[in-house]
């Protein structure tokens, strides 16, 4: 690899330690009620997703999901972003 590939190896690895630390310090900071609704949101959507792939794939089998989709991780992270944003848009605003 060169310099160039290095460096930008280096950014996107620094970019998703960031996110995982910001994701790993959100979770110490909640309680049980809060953990329990994340947890059942996620399963929800892992089960939604999981009718919407071919019967021979699951969001359980990330290597397999990822072969199949090589821009799945991306397109998840980037509809995870914009929930989010507008989840905070929508908290913000006054009442």
Known sequence: M???SNKILRLSVNSQRKEMTIFV???????P??????LAFATNFRNTI?????SNLSLL?????VE?????????ANGIK???KKMDSTI???V
Do not use: C, H, S, V
Request: charged residues 25%; proline residues 10%; glycine residues 8%.
């Open 33 to 38: 009620d809060e953990i329990a609704i994340g």
């Open 92 to 94: 913000r605003q006054p």
């Open 61 to 65: 089998d990330p290597f397999a999901l």
């Open 25 to 31: 310090d959100t979770l110490r900071g909640m309680d």
């Open 68 to 76: 199949a989709y090589p821009t799945i991780t991306y397109e998840n």
């Open 82 to 84: 914009k929930a989010t």
């Open 2 to 4: 060169g310099w160039l």
């Open 50 to 54: 999981d009718l919407t792939l071919p």
